[in-house]
């Protein structure tokens, strides 16, 4: 398989981030500009999906669009159940990795032109990445776009309520295997505030659930969707605008 690379967006031209994916653990963070950091998971991303990512994969309905897909856990494991499912992940480390576990990937915005845009059964928006962009609405917005009329959103949320916006950049934390990426827009969000946004945006609530810490929101779509431009959005920098549109179809590119 082969994949075809968008222009370099900010998270990608984070080299901890792909070093830390391509050795398969951190310790790697979040950092705002006033210091404060937050811890990313590299370990459990890098590992085999544990019992709640299987439960959330039970979940899914139809195709599944893995936003943001990481080191491809969740990707591989769909295509070993036989699943038509895609990764999409702006960092070149992240799709290597899906790929040699056997899923599907591309590296992709989710602001740029997709695979399957409006034909989608389920989007997942997991191990945070409902911050994707920095701005929630947007990327409700541009979600309801990639699914098919009723299609299913599941978002994995924080246990704690909290609606934050931020800039943010990957570091190490002894800066010593790559030091800092480049700052970029980033969203901390709680199901209360998940909810909130989706309800403006005419989503209609599914499911609330909470497992192994970890707490993960269901919504479905109540519009009709359709294959529009990406959109114009504060979230969609010009950076992060496709060079080349994907085939519609929804798979990657053989």
């Not at 159940?81 to 038509?84: F, L, S, V």
């Not at 480390?93 to 591309?106: F, M, N, P, S, W």
């Not at 946004?197 to 945006?201: C, E, I, S």
């Given at each position: ?38 811890p ?22 139809g ?12 990707a591989?494991?769909?295509?070993a159940?036989?699943?038509?499912a ?73 246990p ?17 295997r ?18 909130r ?5 005419g ?52």
């Open positions: 398989m082969r994949t075809r690379e968008a222009t370099a967006v900010p998270w990608a031209a984070a080299d901890p981030y792909s070093t830390a994916l391509r050795a398969g653990r951190g310790p790697l963070f979040l950092r705002r500009a006033d210091g404060w950091l937050l990313l998971e590299v370990e459990r991303w890098c590992a085999r999906p544990d019992g709640v990512d299987l439960d959330v994969l039970d979940r899914c309905e195709t599944v669009l893995d936003v943001g897909c990481g080191p491809g856990r969740l591989a494991e769909l295509a159940r036989g699943r038509t895609l990764g999409i992940d702006v960092s070149e480390a992240a799709v290597e990795q899906t790929v040699r576990l056997g899923g599907q990937a591309l590296r992709r915005s989710v602001f740029e032109p997709l695979p399957g845009e409006g034909r989608w059964g389920t989007v997942l928006l997991m191990d945070g990445n409902v911050g994707i962009g920095g701005d929630p609405r947007a990327l409700l917005d541009r979600s309801a776009r990639l699914l098919s009329p009723g299609g299913l959103l599941i978002a994995e949320t924080l704690v309520d909290v609606d934050e916006r931020a800039e943010v950049q990957v570091v190490d934390a002894t800066e010593a790559g030091g800092t990426g480049n700052p970029f827009p980033w969203a901390r969000l709680g199901s209360p505030a998940l909810s946004y989706a309800d403006r945006a989503w209609g609530a599914v499911d609330q659930w909470a497992a192994g810490g970890r707490c993960f929101v269901a919504l479905r779509s109540r519009t009709a969707s359709s294959r529009a431009e990406a959109p114009k959005s504060t979230a969609v920098i010009s950076s992060q605008r496709a060079a080349k549109p994907s085939a519609e179809r929804p798979v990657a590119e053989r």
